[in-house]
């Protein structure tokens, strides 16, 4: 079964500060791309970052970076110098490589302390 | 601009009344998803389409129904079958054109049936 786990439903964290949100899924397959997504409370689904899992060098955008650890089939999202913006639910996601179908996790709600 | 439009924003129906959500997108993409989110929850796959007139059921496919007619729209019936309606609903689009592989999704569809 493909599963997806994100095993923090809250996080919070001060303005400023670095936050990191765990994610870890079941594949048996070894060419697929991992995701996170950004809900904020307009609920439009934004991408944050996405990782290839053949790719060994962790993906980077702006503040947002993963730690992917393939053996381990974990994919965490860290967010530095945390902003009011950043509140919001985040969505860990994967997809395989020969498939159309998405796998989503249930979400963390992070909170944004001013 | 690019980008998938769901309406209306805001849908009501009586109970017993069939109702069709629009999904439109200028993507040029190939698949499209519908997902169901309740409050708390995470994204729950009703229907997705891989290509024109083909179309596969998801995890909890009672009670809609799709038609993929053109590339550009996937319209989601929710008929009276179903028993509890009342949710906000996403649809999605993927392809190689802009980002590759990742899902964009449009800005859903909260319907409440009473």
């Known amino acids: 079964a493909q599963t997806v786990t994100q095993s923090q439903p809250e996080m919070s964290v001060q303005e400023a500060e670095t936050v990191t949100l765990s994610c870890t899924y079941d594949?048996?397959?070894?060419?697929?791309?991992l995701f996170w997504y950004k809900q904020p409370p307009s609920r439009q689904m934004i991408l944050v970052i996405r990782?290839?899992?053949?790719?060994?060098q962790n993906a980077t955008e702006n503040r947002f970076s993963v730690n992917f650890q393939k053996a381990a089939k974990s994919f965490s999202l860290k967010i530095s110098d945390s902003q009011l913006g950043d509140a919001a639910m985040y969505f860990c996601?994967?997809?395989?490589?020969?498939?159309?179908?998405?796998?989503f996790g249930t979400g963390t709600s992070l909170t944004v302390i001013p | 601009d690019g980008g998938i439009t769901q309406s209306p924003k805001y849908l009501f129906r009586k109970e017993g009344q069939n109702v069709t959500l629009s999904c439109e997108q200028n993507?040029?993409?190939?698949?499209m998803y519908w997902y169901r989110q309740d409050p708390g929850q995470g994204l729950r796959l009703i229907y997705y389409?891989?290509?024109?007139?083909?179309?596969q059921k998801g995890d909890i496919a009672e009670g809609y129904s799709v038609s993929r007619e053109k590339k550009e729209s996937f319209p989601l019936t929710v008929t009276s079958a179903q028993k509890n309606p009342t949710a906000f609903y996403l649809c999605?689009?993927?392809?190689?054109?802009?980002?590759?592989?990742?899902?964009?999704f449009g800005p859903g569809t909260r319907l409440t049936v009473t």
């Open positions: 990782q290839e899992a053949y790719k060994q």
């Open positions: 594949t048996s397959e070894s060419d697929y791309y």
């Open positions: 999605a689009s993927s392809g190689r054109d802009p980002g590759p592989y990742e899902q964009y």
């Open positions: 389409s891989q290509i024109v007139n083909d179309f």
């Open positions: 996601a994967y997809r395989i490589n020969t498939g159309n179908q998405f796998y």
């Open positions: 993507l040029n993409h190939d698949a």
